[in-house]
């Protein structure tokens, strides 16, 4: 009997988690090994969600690939699209007008926000705790409908161009945007209250998923996750990028690097974005700035401004702009826009009402005639919702990336899964894999 | 830097030793259109972190130019995340590594043929998707939505 036992106590069997389970976030696999309820050992298998992003951009052109990058981390889009952005830039030498810096920063802030809720929200509803949920996702919605008042949509929000942005901050941006951050920080505050002193709450949070600073370097984490482990590198502090390094924000830290540790690390961080976004509303220079980016001239270039001369023909044919297409127009191209025809798309009035301009813009979407940056290797890293979103590329002079490489924040935790969660218990894997905000469509491309 | 890919493991040994504590990135890039011999160029990218205060002390970008036979060794034992970067480089590329226990795809399944990010494999080409388990392998017409009929079945 006694040895009946022992040997079934020894016994460890497999349990698959996903790649549809509720807690799986969309699509990862998880193969674990069990005894009673320790795990032993785990397997994560990714790839579920693989639409060969880095395949596809180098069949686009550069401009091209923007529309894909939302779907990269597709609760904090704008910041792939500010990531994608600005390593074509630093590849073509282009620089980009201050007040489209400064629009740059508050619209990756403001999707910081909306990642760090989202997962802060997530993780509380798995353990339990829907009234979270329903409250950070409420405020995470009324910061989707601040993009969509910027972008002309909730996620899909392809809002950069190589040299510039869509358009410039919609009417009474500052003002909705200040309502808007009092409804989330009412909702981070109560969240705080139900939460963060929560017996159940920090039962299954403290201690569990702990991993030291120096295996979180080994394993090459950055974002919230490093920082939770005591380590305060930021990607926006380390090599300051747009104007970051005039904005006075705070990196939070944690001591032990487990759940609780990242679960405070995010709230405090929505704290320091939506702090980031305000002086950055108070600092945007008005008027118009255009500092000239690099010319890169070609013969069609120089062919259509000289075609360009004749302005009265734009007069009479004003064209009428979609109500969606608003930030698009005339003005806001005016005060955001790189200067660079040979860049940026021309502004919706003159594509619909002008020949130059309709010409401008297909030669700049056209196979062979769009953006050209001279042969170059360059890797450029802005701080994603999880940490370095880089992005590496390479041109050969031709019309699109030669290669893009997209260094997913994600994949780094999911590669330490096996040191975080052996050892522990099943209902660890549930709070542990939420703080690790696994996006599928970042880990997979 | 470009270092000889024979001797990967000790030239990133001793960078480590330097005091490059973090595997940033790895990845790879394909120069077969280009005719450059060896065709890979297989990239390290290495950062100096300093836990302290959490400054990123220096960069580098390693790279090694490898052709398909398997000449890098594996880099697991300096850098643990070295796996999966491995994996997916093998994945996309087919550059494959010694040293190392045996290799699995990343990001595509096991039944996938061919290394997608190479340049000469067509964007456009399809593989037969897996269906359920019906005992055959794959290659199995009858989940192949190209040929959604298959006579005589």
């Not at chain 1, 069997?13 to 509720?22: I, K, R, S, T, V």
Request: charge should be neutral; glycine fraction near 10%; charged fraction near 25%.
């Amino acid at each position: 009997m006694m040895s009946d036992a022992r040997a079934r106590s020894q016994k460890t069997y497999m349990l698959n988690m996903g790649p549809a389970h509720p807690a799986m976030h969309g699509v990862v696999r998880l193969v674990l090994e069990l005894r009673g309820e320790t795990i032993v050992d785990v397997d994560a298998e990714i790839g579920y969600l693989h639409r060969a992003f880095e395949k596809h951009a180098e069949s686009e052109t550069w401009n091209n690939v923007v529309p894909w990058t939302d779907r990269l981390n597709y609760v904090s889009p704008l910041i792939n699209n500010v990531g994608y952005a600005m390593a074509v830039e630093r590849l073509a030498g282009i620089e980009v007008p201050e007040r489209g810096q400064y629009i740059r920063v508050i619209a990756s802030e403001v999707s910081r926000v909306t990642d760090h809720l989202t997962c802060v929200g997530a993780s509380a509803m798995e353990l339990g705790s829907l009234t979270v949920f329903l409250y950070l996702i409420k405020a995470r919605e009324c910061l989707y409908q601040l993009v969509d008042n910027l972008t002309g949509a909730r996620v899909t929000t392809a809002f950069t161009r190589v040299g510039g942005v869509k358009g410039d901050l919609p009417a009474d941006f500052a003002g909705k945007f200040r309502a808007i951050a009092k409804e989330v920080r009412s909702a981070v505050a109560e969240s705080d209250k139900l939460l963060t002193r929560n017996r159940i709450f920090m039962d299954r949070m403290e201690g569990t998923g702990a991993l030291s600073s120096a295996d979180a370097i080994a394993y090459g984490i950055t974002g919230p996750f490093l920082r939770s482990t005591g380590v305060a590198y930021d990607v926006r502090r380390a090599h300051p990028y747009a104007v970051y390094d005039r904005l006075d924000f705070e990196i939070p830290v944690g001591a032990t690097g487990d759940n609780y540790d990242r679960y405070l690390c995010r709230m405090a961080e929505i704290e320091q974005s939506l702090r980031l976004v305000e002086q950055c509303l108070s600092q945007i220079p008005e008027g118009k700035h255009s500092l000239e980016p690099k010319e890169i001239k070609h013969a069609y270039e120089i062919q259509d401004a000289g075609k360009a001369g004749d302005t009265a023909l734009l007069a009479k044919y004003a064209a009428k702009v979609d109500r969606t297409l608003e930030g698009m127009g005339l003005e806001a191209a005016a005060g955001t826009r790189a200067a660079g025809r040979g860049v940026t798309l021309p502004p919706k009035e003159r594509t619909y009402g002008s020949i130059e301009g309709l010409m401008n813009h297909f030669e700049l979407v056209m196979w062979s005639w769009g953006v050209k940056i001279p042969p170059s290797e360059s890797y450029f890293a802005v701080e994603g919702g999880n940490g370095e979103l880089g992005f590496h590329l390479v041109s050969d002079g031709g019309d699109g990336p030669y290669r893009v490489r997209c260094r997913p924040p994600c994949l780094f935790p999911m590669a330490a899964l096996k040191k975080l969660l052996v050892g522990g218990q099943i209902a660890d894997v549930i709070p542990t894999f939420g703080s690790i905000n696994m996006i599928a469509g970042e880990l997979d491309r | 830097m470009n270092i000889p890919a024979a001797a990967n493991v000790e030239e990133l040994a001793k960078l480590k030793a330097e005091g490059y504590n973090m595997l940033v990135d790895m990845t790879c890039v394909d120069y077969l259109p280009k005719g450059r011999t060896p065709r890979f160029d297989v990239i390290y990218r290495l950062m100096k972190l300093d836990a302290a205060t959490g400054q990123d002390l220096g960069r580098q970008e390693i790279h090694c130019a490898v052709d398909e036979l398997p000449v890098l060794r594996s880099v697991m034992g300096l850098w643990p995340n070295a796996d999966w970067l491995e994996r997916e480089v093998w994945d996309m590329f087919g550059v494959k590594f010694l040293d190392r226990p045996g290799i699995k795809r990343l990001l595509m399944y096991e039944e996938f043929s061919g290394h997608p990010l190479r340049k000469d494999y067509p964007i456009a080409r399809r593989q037969p998707l897996i269906g359920p388990k019906s005992g055959e392998k794959a290659g199995s017409p009858s989940f192949n939505i190209l040929k959604p009929t298959v006579t005589g079945e």
